[in-house]
Every structure is written in C-alpha cells, then in structure tokens.
C-alpha cells in the first residue's frame, strides 16, 4: 500500500492519468518507459530512484500540510466497525494495530 501511494503521488504530479501507477509496479518495463516520457517531454533525466523520491517528498509535503492545519495521527484512525465487522465475501476486518499505522510514515 506505501509504494502504491508513493508510486500514485508521483505519477499523479506529472499529470498522467493516476491509473498508469498500478501497471508501474507490477510491469518491469512500465516504470522505466513513464520515466523515459517525462525526461522526453521535459528535457530532464530523472532516474527510477528520482521519481520515487518525489512521491516520497510529495507524501510528506501532503502530511506537513494536514498537520499545519491541525490533523494529527488521532485522524489516521478508522471507525471501530471496521475492527469488528467482516466485509464479504472474504470476511475480512481491519486488523492494522495504531502503531503500523502510523509506522507508515517512516519512509
């Protein structure tokens, strides 16, 4: 979920549509041809390693902003049901402890 997140942020910033950061981490040769697009079209020669850590940075800029304007890891939290009542049809609940939680933002 993190990479999909990271990989979505920067994907996201360079106006593709967000749909392409799925096949971005589950085919080995779409990350390198998006990033050959953006070095094309910008006339720059970012590496895998650059874009990753722009969706890192943008992730934290995200994070900064919302805790400038009050949200703390107290607004990370899922309402308890989610805990408590299985969703069909695998019956599956959250079952992440507050500390993995906020463990996510350790990047």
């Not at 979505?8 to 967000?18: F, K, L, R, W």
């Not at 990350?31 to 050959?36: E, N, Q």
């Amino acid at each position: 979920s993190r990479n999909l997140q990271i990989a979505t942020a920067a994907v996201d910033s360079t106006g593709m549509c967000i749909f392409v950061a799925f096949p971005a981490l589950d085919i080995p040769e779409c990350l390198p041809a998006l990033i050959d697009m953006i070095n094309a079209r910008f006339g720059i020669a970012l590496t895998g390693d650059d874009v990753t850590n722009l969706g890192k940075h943008i992730l934290k800029l995200e994070r900064q902003f919302n805790i400038e304007a009050g949200f703390s890891n107290v607004h990370d939290r899922l309402p308890d049901f989610f805990k408590t009542e299985p969703v069909a049809p695998h019956n599956a609940v959250w079952d992440f402890t507050d500390a993995e939680i906020d463990e996510f933002w350790n990047f």
